[in-house]
């Protein structure tokens, strides 16, 4: 069996990326190292089902948008509205799970908006990179 090099490295991508970049987040937000390391742990299974599906869903949409091109800006614009429009979902669900009210979900998800639309380009450049460097891999279960 030939495991699939692109969700491995998306997969991978979407754990290594979160816990750099969500624990400083944390970490500069106030949280203690041992609670910002608790809170990254926890994100790995949601990273495990998802990291795939997102990893398809920027394909697709990078497909979709490419009549605008393929430089920097336009680039930066797809990966930030893939990034935004898979995470801002996937963020309120789990904002919703702990019991927030409606009030508190919505200025959750406000205060997100800006990082994601940062983050977007990043990630997307690191999952590209990460995609490349899995290719030679050749991962196989006897």
Do not use: H
Request: hydrophobic fraction near 55%.
């Amino acid at each position: 069996m030939v495991l699939n090099r692109d969700m491995l490295a998306d997969t991978f991508a979407m754990i290594t990326f979160g816990i750099v970049v969500g624990m400083s987040v944390e970490l500069l937000a106030g949280l203690t190292f041992e609670q910002s390391l608790q809170s990254r742990l926890m994100s790995i299974p949601v990273n495990l089902l998802t990291a795939r599906a997102y990893g398809l869903y920027r394909d697709w949409l990078i497909r979709r948008g490419s009549f605008m091109g393929n430089g920097f800006i336009q680039m930066t614009l797809l990966d930030a509205l893939a990034y935004l429009s898979f995470q801002i979902p996937l963020y309120a669900s789990l904002v919703l799970s702990t019991g927030a009210s409606m009030e508190q979900l919505l200025v959750a998800c406000a205060g997100q908006v800006g990082a994601m639309l940062i983050m977007g380009r990043p990630y997307g450049i690191y999952m590209q990179f990460c995609r490349n460097w899995f290719k030679p891999l050749a991962i196989s279960a006897a």
